[in-house]
């Protein structure tokens, strides 16, 4: 895919931290992979067992609380790594930052945690639900245009078989959006809180702090979306959603304007900030 990008020194620099953004998050995504395929396993053999003693169809809803687990703990990591970025950048800030605002910044993280973590174990769980019956039917229908009548342990064990396989690709997916989410989200919430928007409020107007813009960066390779390129570059300020395919975000995965999910699933884009002085 040919670079659309203008460069310069700034440009330069952008594409370098969406570069180590990227990096990152592939160094962070392995662990969960393999805790998700781990879990799809679990949940696959109770279903076959299940399946196999009673011959009901299992759902799997009382697998929630371990994925919301499974899913904060994956999100703190993250954070871990993303959240001083903006502070680091910027050592005035760094330095005198107070635990006041220290507070208010992992206040925001941990509420999107709690928050995103139930928000992505339904939809998992819902998927997971429709899938591993969808599998049962399909295994019937598979024997069916075979001339073969099945027995129970035949159309089960191919419908654990065919769910485990697709486990392997959705554990990819879930790895990549899940550790998108968080990093990008607690890069905007420390910009925010760290800009003149919200200084004010923490600090009875005492700071004037002072965040100019951001900026959509994209990986410009063949598995980046149309849509995600053409909005490479664009430049909002903070404040201010990106628009892109006609679709509202603040950041790359943010779903909290009514993105689709066709705008964020598997997205590997990064948000770049721009940030100016700090006055005290």
């Avoid at 990227?22 to 396993?41: T, Y």
């Avoid at 486990?167 to 890069?187: D, F, L, Y």
Wanted: negative net charge; aromatic residues 10%.
């Amino acid at each position: 895919m040919r670079s659309l990008r203008s460069y310069n020194s700034n440009s330069d620099k952008r594409i370098a931290s969406a570069v180590r953004d990227l990096a990152i998050k592939l160094k962070l995504e392995p662990k969960i992979k393999r805790e998700m395929i781990n879990l799809f396993d679990e949940m696959a053999t109770y279903g076959k067992n299940l399946y196999k003693k009673e011959r009901k169809i299992a759902t799997f809803n009382a697998y929630k609380p371990e994925l919301v687990y499974l899913l904060k703990n994956h999100y703190k990591r993250v954070q871990l790594v993303f959240s001083n970025q903006i502070r680091e950048e910027v050592d005035k800030v760094r330095s005198k930052a107070d635990d006041r605002m220290s507070y208010q910044i992992q206040y925001e993280l941990d509420r999107y945690s709690d928050e995103q973590s139930n928000q992505s174990a339904n939809q998992i769980i819902e998927t997971s639900n429709e899938e591993f019956q969808e599998y049962i039917l399909s295994a019937y229908a598979y024997y069916a245009s075979q001339g073969i009548i099945p027995t129970e342990k035949q159309v089960i064990e191919k419908a654990y078989e065919d769910f485990m396989a697709r486990a392997h690709s959705r554990a990819e997916t879930i790895a990549i959006t899940e550790t998108q989410g968080p990093a990008e989200n607690a890069k905007y919430t420390e910009a925010l809180l760290l800009s003149s928007i919200s200084a004010g409020l923490l600090y009875d107007s005492v700071v004037e702090a002072k965040v100019g813009t951001k900026y959509w960066m994209a990986i410009l390779d063949d598995r980046t979306r149309e849509w995600h390129v053409e909005a490479d570059g664009q430049k909002r300020p903070l404040d201010q959603p990106f628009i892109v395919m006609g679709e509202n975000l603040m950041y790359p995965k943010d779903t909290s304007m009514g993105a689709s999910a066709e705008n964020v699933i598997n997205c590997r884009c990064s948000t770049v900030y721009k940030m100016e002085e700090i006055y005290y």
